[in-house]
């Protein structure tokens, strides 16, 4: 059985569909790249996990059990970590605090241990700890998103759009950590992109969506090897 399935998922926004009909599983220690671009309906299915996006068809599970319904407080309880869009981290607070926020569910003992495995996996936290957030450079906020995201130990980490607005020496050392946290810690990953060329870099698995529907999916690299792929979805000739 896989860590997370998601059936036949249509979510829909009054009369405007963000999604039809998607289909997707994902195993532990697993990287699956949903890629597609703005409005592909990526984020949409990011938020339906989370419970924060109205989903009108459809099953989601986390090891077999129904994840509809189900408060994103409690989705977090269950496992899940996300990271949004845009990063939205707490700007008035400090950096510190921000993964406090992030390690709400977890006792302080083992708050105190996860911070420091934060700060080990972002050192440009650690020196910035007691900084406001709204002050830190883009790439320092996308790496406090990830780690706030981190803080409660999830084993499923949805991930969107982090290569976003970043410079591309940034986008790669994000990339490297995503690949030390998930072998230290056999995270199970779905990274939403618009950089379908960054994210099939990283994957194992990917789903390239095209307005709400599934156009192809499979091995990542089958998808780099593609031409058809490659020239449709890749930009590249």
Not at 183 to 205: F, S, Y
Request: aromatic share 4%; glycine share 12%.
């Amino acid at each position: 059985m896989s860590l997370l399935t998601i059936d036949q998922l249509e979510v829909r926004y009054g009369p405007i569909y963000g999604t039809h009909s998607v289909s997707l599983t994902l195993d532990a220690g697993e990287t699956v790249a949903l890629v597609g671009s703005n409005g592909a309906g990526k984020s949409s299915t990011l938020k339906a996990i989370m419970g924060i996006a109205p989903v009108a068809r459809g099953t989601i599970t986390l090891d077999g059990k129904s994840l509809l319904g189900v408060r994103p407080a409690d989705v977090v309880r269950r496992g899940l970590g996300y990271s949004p869009e845009g990063r939205r981290v707490f700007g008035q607070l400090s950096v510190r605090e921000n993964l406090e926020v992030g390690g709400i569910i977890i006792d302080k003992a083992s708050m105190r241990q996860r911070m420091e495995q934060m700060f080990g996996y972002f050192p440009r936290l650690r020196e910035r700890a007691s900084q406001r957030a709204g002050s830190l450079s883009g790439g320092e906020q996308q790496m406090l998103a990830i780690g706030r995201a981190l803080m409660s130990r999830p084993r499923v980490f949805l991930l969107d759009e982090p290569s976003l607005g970043l410079a591309p020496i940034v986008v790669e050392r994000i990339g490297e950590i995503i690949a030390e946290v998930q072998k230290a810690e056999g995270l199970a990953v779905i990274l939403a992109e618009q950089n379908a060329v960054w994210a099939l870099a990283i994957a194992h698995r990917a789903v390239i969506l095209e307005l709400g529907h599934i156009a192809v999916q499979g091995s990542a690299e089958a998808m780099r090897a593609d031409p058809q792929v490659q020239r449709a979805f890749l930009g590249l000739e």
